[in-house]
């Protein structure tokens, strides 16, 4: 069970330039909530790094991960 | 109560979009401190969204004329903008792109080397008489590669970003003059002010007061509240331009070029209904009228699916390589948020809210204005405002494609080297107001001390539910007055909100409770003025007045929060140096 400051802060990296994005990490977020592993959080976090366009890119399917451990976590993301 | 801390600046910028981006470049450049405060990392604001292109009659594939720009931008805005804004804005449109290319944005290429522009909706040569190519972009990334590019030159340039910092309210001190902001820092929860000598406005659109719409999460007016709640005007918020095809539910924008690759909409009975409504364009017609002629489909019960509630775009005749060639995204947002493949089914689409037309009133210079004593336009000093939170006016009741992109460079820059001009460095800071940042602290106090109240979610989704039943594309008497009685009675509701939540840290209950404070000053600036305006121009369109009326209307709507007044002042037809075009009919 994540703290509620590690949920909150990841809540806020949710919002993004693109409704795309906003769109599908919301559907995540309330599919998965507070259930999320620390490891699962470390590995969305790196990816709500990427800029915008290249999250939906990944999110989209257009492109592949270079980091093949994101792979599950995207998996979810794709589905969501 | 103790004094917040204050930090000092020369300038401090609300906003980390293209607008705030570039008018914080023309600062730090020129040497001054400048904050720039952003709720989110400067890259992925709103502004990344941005696909189509920018406007500039460069002339790279035709001949082109600023002029020309100028004209369609006058005629797009329905005679509503102002035509020294707009003119200011078409003849420095060629520089911008060019500086822009300097700074290093990756702009699509002609084989000669010069910058490709692509074909756009109400972009035409000579007044009118055939379509121009004027739109520059970079893919389908244009805001994205345009972001990035302005926020590595001003990393380069010093720029201070102020990141996951949410600015609350505006400072006045008792003669009007702006002395900065107070801020609220996500990470800690503090409260601070940022005092500077000047303070410039770049909060983006507010689209997120409606239901169906194609703007991010984030776009929730905050520039418009602060200015409001520090009793300063907002000026012709009943413009809201709508996109014709957003995926029904999820409000995603499927690009117009879908129509441009042969994409047709159709009604429930199979009909292509823009047939009847534009025999020479049919779906390619204005954004305007096309949103118009389905949401008269749906009204009339021809309407898509289970609730008659959409309409269909249908593409699957294009076949799968044209598709998947030209179109690979839209397949995507559709499988996505639709659920369909649009190889085989059509897509389910409504009109969506996409572009806010009315702002902050400020001249050509970025300054923000308030009518004064006999002066409708009287400088507020201290207080600039660029980009979609405010109106200079170039996009009067309606906005021309790619105009946005434009005005976020024109008078981003435009603010920037006004305020350069002023010599900040060798003036002091004013002796900050006595009760300077007691308002913001009166509202957190409020939320943290109301142990049980409205919940924030479900007012917010009550403004947006209300505002898209009785503000929507079409409008009446009656729609409208029941629209603002119930908007009011939610602004009720709104200052009895309470929040579980009462940690400092990244507390998102308590800023999303600080952005309904902003979201419902939008929401009853928009609802309020359209109800007053009893005409048709641009976007607004009232079944009961279907007519544009220049007689009596030709003139700017300016909303104050207080007591929900309203008052008008005059359109600026007069351009800085060439003849005026007068108000004619908006035929395409
Ligand atoms: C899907 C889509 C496609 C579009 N395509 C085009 C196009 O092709 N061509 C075109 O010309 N226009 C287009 N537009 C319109 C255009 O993108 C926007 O009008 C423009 O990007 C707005 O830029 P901005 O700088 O005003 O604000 P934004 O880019 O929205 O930036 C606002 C900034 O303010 C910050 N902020 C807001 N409130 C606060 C606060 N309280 N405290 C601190 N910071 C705050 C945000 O964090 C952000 O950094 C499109 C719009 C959409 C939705």
């Known amino acids: 069970m994540l703290d509620q400051e590690r949920w909150n802060r990841i809540v806020w990296r949710c919002r993004r330039g693109m409704l795309e994005n906003d769109l599908v990490l919301t559907r995540f977020l309330a599919a998965r909530g507070r259930a999320m592993t620390e490891d699962e959080v470390a590995l969305l976090d790196r990816l709500l790094d990427l800029p915008d366009s290249e999250l939906w890119d990944l999110i989209a399917g257009r492109r592949e991960p270079q980091d093949p451990a994101v792979g599950p976590l995207l998996s979810a993301l794709r589905r969501a | ?588």
């Open chain 2, 1 to 588: 109560m103790s004094a917040l801390p204050v930090r000092k600046f020369d300038a401090v910028i609300v906003g980390a979009g293209g607008s705030g981006m570039r008018a914080s470049l023309q600062l730090a450049e020129a040497g001054l401190s400048v904050a720039v405060l952003s709720k989110v990392f400067p890259t992925r604001s709103h502004t990344v969204a941005a696909q189509g292109g920018i406007g500039a009659s460069l002339g790279n594939m035709s001949e082109d004329s600023w002029l020309w720009h100028m004209y369609d931008t006058i005629k797009g805005s329905d005679w509503l903008g102002d035509q020294d804004a707009i003119e200011y804005m078409c003849k420095m449109a060629p520089q911008v792109v060019y500086e822009l290319e300097h700074f290093g944005m990756p702009f699509d290429r002609n084989p000669d080397g010069t910058i490709y522009q692509r074909p756009f909706g109400g972009h035409s040569a000579n007044f009118g008489e055939r379509p121009v190519q004027r739109a520059c972009a970079a893919a389908d990334r244009t805001g994205h590669a345009m972001v990035h590019t302005l926020y590595q030159r001003n990393v380069r340039a010093r720029t201070q970003f102020f990141v996951e910092w949410m600015a609350l309210d505006l400072i006045r001190n008792a003669d009007g003059d702006v002395q900065g902001v107070v801020a609220y820092e996500m990470e800690t929860g503090d409260v601070m002010i940022l005092q500077a000598k000047v303070t410039v406005l770049a909060t983006g659109g507010a689209g997120r007061i409606f239901a169906a719409s194609t703007n991010a999460f984030i776009n929730t007016g905050d520039g418009l509240g602060m200015a409001a709640r520090a009793g300063l005007p907002l000026e012709d918020m009943e413009f809201w331009q709508f996109h014709p095809t957003g995926v029904a539910g999820a409000g995603v924008l499927i690009t117009e070029g879908v129509r441009g690759e042969g994409g047709i909409l159709l009604n429930a009975q199979g009909e292509r209904f823009m047939e009847r409504y534009a025999p020479n364009l049919k779906d390619l017609a204005s954004r305007d009228v096309v949103s118009r002629s389905m949401d008269q489909e749906i009204k009339e019960g021809r309407g898509v699916g289970p609730h008659k509630d959409h309409v269909l775009l249908k593409l699957d005749h294009l076949g799968p390589d044209v598709i998947l060639k030209r179109l690979p995204s839209i397949r995507e947002i559709a499988l996505k948020f639709a659920n369909v493949d649009c190889i085989k089914e059509p897509i389910p689409v409504v009109p969506t809210i996409h572009y806010q037309m009315g702002g902050i009133p400020t001249n050509v210079n970025g300054q923000v204005v308030a009518p004064k004593g006999s002066d409708p336009n009287a400088v507020v000093p201290g207080l600039y405002a660029v980009g979609e939170c405010a109106c200079v006016s170039v996009h009067g009741a309606n906005r021309l494609g790619t105009n946005s992109l434009l005005d976020l460079l024109v008078f981003g820059r435009a603010a920037g080297n006004h305020i350069v001009g002023q010599n900040l460095r060798a003036q002091g800071q004013q002796a900050l107001a006595r009760d300077a940042g007691d308002a913001s602290r009166a509202r957190l106090a409020r939320l943290d001390g109301a142990s049980s109240g409205e919940s924030v979610p479900e007012v917010a989704h009550e403004i947006r539910k209300t505002m898209q039943a009785h503000c929507g594309v079409f409008r009446n008497q009656q729609l409208l007055a029941e629209g603002v009685r119930q908007v009011m009675d939610l602004d009720a509701r709104v200052a009895r909100t309470a929040i579980g939540d009462r940690s400092r840290v990244f507390n998102t209950a308590r800023v999303e409770a600080l952005e309904l404070d902003n979201l419902i000053e939008t929401a009853k600036a928009t609802i309020v003025s359209a109800e007053a305006r009893r005409e048709s121009r641009g976007a607004q369109a009232r079944s009961d007045y279907p007519n544009r009326d220049d007689a009596n209307w030709l003139k700017h709507t300016l909303w104050y929060r207080d007591g929900s007044r309203l008052d008008y002042k005059p359109v600026n037809l007069k351009p800085l140096s060439v003849e005026a075009f007068p108000p004619k009919a908006r035929t395409y």
